[in-house]
């Protein structure tokens, strides 16, 4: 195991003062600094404190990462984190404003390639604990993001007067916006009907654990069944609303893109997109391209 050095300790004060994000973000900018301090000390920096962090320092750390071919994606996020920390020890101007300065492409969202990602229900039954596996269902059903899905709670997502949607509680969501999705057809009613019966007044978070707790136990089956990229669930959400709601696949599902679509039909394409990034918990139509395409 590697020993933790000073930069370990400041970070560890930084981060129990700076809980910005939900916890699944905050989980992920612990790890991904850490593991910065351990990769800065691998390249010699042992007595290095976060706001002795300087230009060299990241361009070195940078060098580093692509020597060990990391994946582009990933330099990008440890990129976005190590932004977070400047801001947060008042030192921006270590960190140019532009990936490209360091030669790290910037990123490509839209592609028209399809992310989309179903899971069996047979699949599904094998999860272990209950409750998990009604979470990959709100996945799978409502698009929902994982942490919405791991704390929904039943019985607040139907006490409210607009009917025919679930809805979600601003502290499970990304953003802390609450916002309503429709409920479409049987199989959500079904899916909605069973969680209200099975869990009438608690969440999808046993009472003796938290949602960390449960966080690992979803990563951990995951694992188990070989369930990656499970976000892909909301992307397959995304193209099967465009669908119900046009008439024809979005263009990451093999449909027209934009350039040939009539006047008539890039209406009924951009209050499409609206709507579906509403459901998101996005509201701009621009990120829509990321699931649908353009």
């Not at 230009?55 to 990462?65: M, T």
């Not at 399809?114 to 272990?128: L, N, R, W, Y």
């Not at 990229?229 to 099967?240: F, I, V």
Request: hydrophobic share 35%; proline share 3%.
């Amino acid at each position: 195991m590697t020993s933790k050095t000073n930069m370990h300790k400041e970070l560890s004060g930084i981060l129990a003062h700076n809980k910005d994000g939900s916890f699944s973000t905050q989980a992920s900018r612990k790890a991904t600094l850490h593991q910065i301090a351990d990769d800065l000390k691998n390249i010699g920096f042992f007595n290095l404190s976060v706001h002795g962090l300087k230009p060299k320092h990241i361009e070195k750390i940078i060098a580093y990462w692509k020597n060990k071919n990391l994946r582009e994606g990933t330099i990008k996020n440890r990129m976005s984190h190590l932004r977070w920390l400047s801001q947060k020890i008042n030192k921006p101007a270590i960190i140019a404003r532009n990936n490209a300065y360091y030669g790290i492409a910037n990123r490509t969202y839209v592609t028209n390639i399809s992310k989309a990602k179903h899971v069996e229900d047979t699949v599904i039954g094998q999860v272990k604990d209950e409750r998990l596996k009604y979470s990959f269902l709100l996945q799978q059903e409502f698009g929902l993001r994982r942490e919405e899905a791991i704390k929904f709670q039943p019985k607040f997502a139907v006490s409210h007067d607009k009917s025919g949607f679930i809805r979600l509680k601003a502290s499970w969501c990304k953003g802390g916006r609450e916002r309503y999705i429709p409920i479409r057809n049987e199989r959500q009613q079904a899916l909605i009907r069973e969680l209200v019966h099975r869990f009438p007044l608690t969440s999808l978070i046993p009472l003796d654990a938290s949602y960390v707790d449960q966080l690992r136990k979803y990563e951990g089956e995951c694992k188990r069944l070989g369930l990656m990229k499970m976000h892909g669930l909301r992307h397959s959400y995304s193209q099967n609303r465009y669908f119900e709601i046009t008439g024809w696949k979005a263009p990451a599902d093999g449909g027209p893109c934009r350039q040939q679509l009539s006047t008539q039909q890039r209406d009924i394409d951009h209050k499409a997109r609206m709507s579906i990034s509403q459901e998101l918990g996005h509201g701009r139509e621009a990120i829509t391209a990321v699931y649908l395409g353009r």
